[in-house]
């Protein structure tokens, strides 16, 4: 599976990273690759850590296990870093996304000496303007997807906007939010 990308998430029980591994995989499966979004459960509830994994392959995925090494990791909430080791097995030749309003070299300190590369989104701010609500799973997705290169920007965003069309069917002003904010998170991702 050496084609294949790996991709954790942590994040917050309500913060939406089990619902942005999910759409990741579903917009990768419609252009053709094949994907798994999946959560890892537990006694999770509102505000505990949770645990989602992306993999995204142009050959069948015949692994269905949780991701152990990953290559990216996207940390929803940056007040993990202090509770949970969010660097635990992802390799150093992946990056690490965190939603944060602090510059990469703020944060590295708490990134328990990790060597690879470290993005930051201040995915919280992207929300608040575009959907008037912290919801960072939204800004996150794109930004995961602005680095790992794994859909062309054109493809995501016509594929995002189906799904939210189909998400939101009943509530069509969220949509143009949500578009929005994947754009933007795009563009900032540092």
């Known amino acids: 599976m050496d084609n294949t990308l790996e991709i954790r998430w942590h994040g917050r029980g309500g913060q939406g990273a089990k619902t942005a591994a999910l759409l990741l995989a579903e917009v990768a499966f419609k252009t053709g690759k094949y994907g798994q979004g999946f959560p ?3 006694a999770e509830r509102m505000g505990a850590p949770i645990t989602a994994y ?10 269905h ?12 909430d940056e007040t ?4 949970v080791d969010v660097t635990k097995g992802l390799r150093e030749d992946g990056a690490i996304l965190v ?13 328990n000496g990790y060597k690879g590369k470290v993005y930051t989104v201040d995915a919280r701010n992207i ?21 790992t290169g794994v859909l062309d920007e054109d493809t995501f965003m016509k594929e995002m906007e189906g799904s939210f069309r189909h998400k939101f069917a009943k509530k069509p002003e969220v949509i143009e939010g949500n ?8 563009e900032e991702v540092q």
């Not at 992306?54 to 692994?63: G, H, Q």
């Not at 993990?80 to 509770?83: D, K, N, R, T």
């Not at 609500?133 to 794109?142: R, V």
């Not at 578009?179 to 795009?186: S, V």
């Open 80 to 83: 993990l870093l202090e509770c």
């Open 40 to 42: 890892e459960y537990g």
């Open 179 to 186: 578009m929005r904010a994947l754009k933007m998170a795009f």
């Open 127 to 147: 929300a608040m303007q575009t959907l008037g609500k912290n919801f960072p799973n939204t800004p996150m997705l794109g930004a995961i997807v602005a680095i």
């Open 54 to 63: 992306d993999r995204i392959s142009e050959e069948p995925i015949r692994v």
């Open 99 to 111: 939603n944060t309003a602090k510059d990469a070299k703020d944060i590295t300190p708490l990134l």
């Open 65 to 76: 296990s949780n991701i152990y090494e990953p290559e990216y990791v996207v940390v929803v």
